[in-house]
Nanobody, 119 residues
Framework: QVQLVESGGGLVQPGGSLRLSCAALGSTFRNNLMSWYRQARGKQREVVAT???????NDADPVKGRFTISRHNAKHTVSLQMNTLKPEEKAVYYC?????????????WGQGPQVTLSS
């Protein structure tokens, strides 16, 4: 089991930057594919960026060139650096972990820090 604890959300101006962090409590962090998702009010949850255990990343098209996902396996953390934030990116951002256990996916979600863009 992996417990995910996020931090770093808050209020930021459009065009500004914010860094989210997620600490994974548990011994299996290295085996997890880690992702950040976000969900704006009234919209479906969507993937923002993903990073595999070997550091391979995949960013959603809307955030390419502005957001960077990274992980530190020894510290059991994954981060999301968000630059040039847009007003429409106000959302709850969730940390997500998935690994395969006996052929089945085992998923864990964080509770989600709120990212608010000021007017």
């Amino acid at each position: 089991q992996v417990q995910l604890v996020e931090s770093g959300g808050g209020l930021v101006q459009p065009g500004g930057s914010l860094r989210l962090s997620c600490a994974a409590l548990g011994s299996t962090f290295r085996n997890n594919l880690m992702s950040w998702y976000r969900q704006a009010r009234g919209k479906q949850r969507e993937v923002v960026a993903t990073i595999s255990s070997d550091g391979t990343t995949n960013d959603a098209d809307p955030v390419k060139g502005r957001f960077t996902i990274s992980r530190h396996n020894a510290k059991h953390t994954v981060s999301l650096q968000m630059n040039t934030l847009k007003p429409e990116e106000k959302a709850v951002y969730y940390c997500y972990a998935v690994r395969t256990v006996f052929g089945r996916p085992r998923e864990n979600w964080g509770q989600g820090p709120q990212v608010t863009l000021s007017s």
